[in-house]
């Protein structure tokens, strides 16, 4: 029987724990706390390794009034005296971000699941590695060499700079092949050629915004959110509610999640956000991805969490049943 959950967060997410209803976590951590898990949370750096084993300084999460808050004096832990572990600290994937998923190699993942597995998150790139399924993304390259770049901007006329590893949009350009600026641009974030980027071929429907595709496991949700540019931005960048509309998911489009899925969850990624703009996916989230719960709620009507958390609950009982099974027959 599942009982003990701890949730690796962003540390911004913490010092804004209580009433943060804009974030996946708040509502996760609710839905779990209501039916009555016992709830921990932490951030990277309470992460640490003590005679080769994983532990962690984490505060216990509680319940009042609808909202959640936690004790504000942490305790010591193994990983392991943990059912579940929820692995969701945001970007930039740094070395402190690295050094925070090495923790896990020394973590029982037969006794604990951990979701999404850091050995596996440090191993994908939410932008370099959509070219896992070339077939479902537009043109791109990934290089440091401005001349590469400047001859694909050059080809495609329009493009997308981006950093490897950031979030939230951070460092992301759009970039025409009349710009004045397309060198100096691709200098700075190249860091003079020291630093590749992905560059994508624009596509012209983003002025629409893009799709938020929602995974668990091998469930592709047909609940969808799009999420819209902000006031002169060519990209989402602003959480608020003018800038999200209720989205339907195509054929195609649940077709190229499901094999995403499916590819995924092979390695202990579970829960997944796909970027998607007119049938490309742009960006694969996997290292804290956002559900848009309050959102999805207000648009189609619903407690998504609820849904969210019954696959999440399967997710469990498939794991710990491969592993009972695996103990057996020892």
Known sequence: MIKNILFIIDETELKYFEFNDLVTDFWLIKEFLKRNYKVYTAVKSDLFTQKAQGGVFAYKTYLKDENIFYYKEKDKYLINDFDVVFFRSD??????????????????????????????????????????????????????????????????????????????????????????????????????????????????????????????????????IQKLPGNNNFKFSIHSDKYFKSAVLTDDEKYMAQKVADKLSERGIYLIGLDVINGKIIEINVTSPCYFIREINQHYGIHFEEKIIKYLEQLFENHFSKERVYALNK
């Open 91 to 224: 970007p930039p994937v740094d070395i402190n971000y690295i050094n925070a998923c090495y923790v896990f190699d020394y973590v029982d993942k037969q006794k604990t699941l951990v979701i999404n597995n850091p050995c596996e998150v440090k191993n994908f790139n939410e932008k370099f590695h959509i070219n896992y399924f070339p077939e479902f993304v537009p043109e791109n390259i990934v290089s440091s060499s401005a001349e590469l770049i400047m001859n694909f901007i050059y080809e495609n006329e329009e493009a997308i700079l981006k950093p490897l590893n950031r979030c939230f949009g951070s460092g992301v350009y759009y970039m025409n092949k009349n710009d004045k600026n397309l060198l100096t641009i691709i200098n700075n974030m190249t860091e003079d050629g020291k630093t590749p980027v992905m560059v994508q071929k624009y596509i012209k429907e983003a002025k629409d915004g893009d799709k938020r595709v929602l995974v668990i496991g091998n469930k592709v949700f047909d609940e969808c």
